[in-house]
């Protein structure tokens, strides 16, 4: 073999070895300029992709900047403009070279090599080489599309799926919020709730939005709405829908560019999802307000325990018995949802439902009062036995292992949860019934202020 037959062999199998290494746009130009270390000394190496909407190129790895519009942006876009009216191969200056990359023979933008051309081979073959990099850069934009394709449609999967789990507005909104911001990661995302019998809107996921601007282009939807774009087609409004009213939105705002088609598309499609998933929620809502059960864990649902709690505060008055409550949450709850998905979560729920009901008497009252927090009312129970109680639920969960490989999540096969448990006894001196919950409640909170994973017992 020649030896400029060997440099272009070796040369392009480094070439086809980058591609094959390169799973996203950064590591695709960070091999590339190794390859081209071959033949080049290379200072600078980059790929800029035309923006039809923008009317202006855009760097490859930072799809979301914006190139300023300098002399450097000028010079990109007269050597964009070359290979669109000319039809050379490349463009050699003093320490420059460029040369163009297409998307199904269409010229999507330009290769730039700032530095000295070492060898000139690379130009005789440099016509192949833009084929093959534009065949690997189409190849991995097929693969991101599909990737997304897939995250959209867990997203919707998910969506529908909360139903199975929770029925009240409170809960759900924020859980939608995180999963359309985990899908939609390129923009800012709100979720608002219209405030009942007024036009105004409040914030429930996340936590702050400085846009003041916001709230006034909320004012703007109507029940014929679809979706608004705002501020040039930054700001998109999409509202939620339940019994033909609007009782939120989901607003996406870009930091740079307008939104594009496809984001848009997806989040109307989301928008629609959700509301169907919260009109579910309000017809199961109204089933349940005459239901005893959680649907997921078959303990007492929460509208019970407060039925159970005033009949059971009676009988301890009437009988002068001992009455206490135990409140439980799991630890880290949220981070099991964002980890291993919301499957996941509800399998840890009914693991720890079960585990409740394993250690308690046959009269003991077990419920799941939302989310991940469950009551226990003990009828004739001193506070001590309730400590007890509360510990050896505490241990017995810690100890749980709990099988997820049914959800076929990479590399794990179980998992481990604990929770943090606030005990009260009912006194006389509690006005409601719902005092001792509270109390319990109160107690909750300082064993996970204080490090979770235990047990405190109300003052």
């Not at 996203?24 to 960070?30: D, G, H, I, Q």
């Not at 090599?113 to 440099?126: A, P, S, W």
């Not at 909104?173 to 390129?186: A, K, Q, R, T």
């Not at 959800?407 to 005990?423: A, F, L, P, Q």
Request: proline share 2%; hydrophobic share 40%.
């Amino acid at each position: 073999m020649k030896t400029n037959d060997k440099i272009i062999y070796n040369f392009l199998l480094d070439l086809a070895n980058a591609f094959e290494n390169s799973k996203t746009e950064v590591e695709l130009t960070s091999n590339l300029k190794k390859v081209f270390a071959a033949f080049c000394d290379i200072d600078e190496f980059k790929i800029f992709l035309y923006d039809s909407v923008l009317n202006s190129l855009k760097d490859f790895t930072k799809p979301w900047e914006i190139l300023k519009k300098d002399y450097r942006a000028n010079i990109l876009n007269s050597y964009f403009c070359s290979f669109k009216y000319n039809t050379t191969d490349y463009i050699k200056e003093k320490d420059e070279l460029v040369f163009p990359v297409y998307d199904k023979k269409i010229l999507s933008g330009i290769v730039y090599i700032k530095g000295r051309v070492k060898n000139k081979i690379l130009l005789e073959i440099l016509s192949l080489v833009s084929k093959q990099i534009s065949y690997a850069m189409n190849s991995l934009k097929n693969t991101e599309e599909m990737v997304i394709q897939e995250k959209f449609h867990k997203t919707i999967r998910n969506i529908a799926k909360i139903i199975e789990t929770q029925y009240e507005l409170n809960y759900i909104m924020p859980v939608l919020g995180e999963m359309i911001d985990s899908f939609i990661s390129e923009h800012l995302i709100y979720v608002f709730l219209k405030v009942p019998k007024k036009k105004n809107y409040k914030l429930v996921w996340p936590n702050n939005c400085s846009d003041a601007r916001i709230l006034d282009y909320l004012s703007v939807i109507n029940p014929k709405s679809t979706a608004i774009l705002e501020d040039e087609g930054k700001i998109g409004i999409f509202p939620l829908f339940c019994e033909g009213k609007i009782f939120g939105a989901i607003v996406a705002k870009s930091q740079n560019e307008k939104l594009n088609d496809k984001d848009t598309d997806y989040l109307i499609e989301i928008s629609k999802q959700a509301s169907t998933t919260v009109d579910r929620a309000s017809s199961y809502m109204k089933i349940l307000e005459h239901a005893t059960l959680d649907a997921l864990t078959g303990l007492n649902n929460r509208h019970q325990f407060h039925t159970r709690l005033h009949s059971e505060v009676a009988n301890a008055k009437r009988q002068k018995s001992s009455l206490c409550c135990i409140m439980t949450d799991i630890d880290f709850f949220k981070s099991v949802n964002d980890t291993y998905g919301h499957a996941v979560g509800d399998c840890v729920l009914k693991t720890v439902a079960k585990q409740i009901k394993k250690e308690l008497r046959e009269y003991d009252i077990p419920s799941r009062y939302g989310g991940e927090e469950f009551t226990i009312i003990l009828p004739n129970t001193s506070l001590e036995e309730a400590a007890l109680v509360a510990e050896r639920l505490r241990y017995s969960i810690e100890k749980k292992i709990i099988n997820i490989e049914e959800y076929r999540i990479e590399n794990v096969s179980n998992i481990s949860v604990t929770i943090s448990v606030g005990v009260a006894q009912y006194k006389n001196t509690m006005k409601e019934p719902e005092n001792l919950y509270q109390a319990a409640d109160k107690a909750l909170y300082t064993a996970k202020e204080s490090g979770r994973n235990r047990v405190i017992v109300a003052d």
